[in-house]
T-cell receptor, first 116, second 113 residues
Framework: DAGVIQSPRHEVTEMGQEVTLRCKPI?????LFWYRQTMMRGLELLIY????????DSGMPEDRFSAKMPNASFSTLKIQPSEPRDSAVYFC??????????????FGPGTRLLVL | AQSVAQPEDQVNVAEGNPLTVKCTYS??????LFWYVQYPNRGLQFLLK??????LVKGSYGFEAEFNKSQTSFHLKKPSALVSDSALYFC???????????FGRGTSLIVHP
């Protein structure tokens, strides 16, 4: 398996633009997680899905952020409109079980977002 | 509230020397404690975890961690550092009453040749 795939790897955009981050989980994994990493706040869980259904989005910072998982092999995290404070590295992870601390949770390489 | 603290932003060590990355915790009840590593331009990778049992936990890549209840610490250790160990290390604990993970701020380990 190729692991968790994220695209794009790098994104530079201007304030106010819509940004869409994409994730393909490992085949067969039934949980998908979106994280954000910044120097100021460290690593934060934004939202997670089980069997394509959003379970907990309490970590999503505000209404400008939305996430979808239309099928088992694809998820998107959208920011509209984007702001400079959204600049961060966004990670997607997947696992077989709702276990944030299992060695079976696999992280993607991340998308580095810069909003100018 | 459950939390962990990593008091050092950066640790420098020479290759071949022992390394320690510090983590202290504040939890109610029996703690579950974890270490993750993040290599440059990569996502986090699980290293090891303490649930119960032996205070010395062995993990991936030759790392181990020592759980010390009296000092509320869970320091990450390795007897002989490699340059390839240079990475960002995170200590983590489940947040009280929920499954939301709380990560430490991370410690950058730099191993010099």
């Amino acid at each position: 398996d190729a692991g968790v795939i994220q695209s794009p790897r790098h994104e530079v955009t201007e304030m106010g633009q819509e940004v869409t981050l994409r994730c393909k989980p490992i085949s067969g994994h039934d949980y998908l997680f979106w994280y954000r990493q910044t120097m100021m706040r460290g690593l934060e869980l934004l939202i997670y899905f089980n069997n394509n259904v959003p379970i907990d989005d309490s970590g999503m910072p505000e209404d400008r952020f939305s996430a979808k998982m239309p099928n088992a092999s694809f998820s998107t995290l959208k920011i509209q409109p984007s702001e400079p404070r959204d600049s961060a590295v966004y990670f997607c992870a997947s696992s077989y079980q709702r276990d944030f601390f299992s060695e079976t949770q696999y992280f993607g390489p991340g998308t580095r977002l810069l909003v100018l | 509230a459950q939390s962990v603290a990593q008091p050092e932003d950066q640790v420098n060590v020479a290759e071949g020397n022992p390394l320690t990355v510090k983590c202290t915790y504040s939890v109610s009840g029996n703690p579950y404690l974890f270490w993750y590593v993040q290599y440059p331009n990569r996502g986090l990778q699980f290293l090891l975890k303490y649930i119960t049992g032996d205070n010395l936990v062995k993990g991936s890549y030759g790392f181990e961690a020592e759980f010390n209840k009296s000092q509320t610490s869970f320091h990450l250790k390795k007897p002989s550092a490699l340059v390839s160990d240079s990475a960002l290390y995170f200590c983590a604990v489940p947040s009280g009453g929920s499954y939301i993970p709380t990560f430490g701020r991370g410690t950058s380990l730099i191993v010099h040749p």
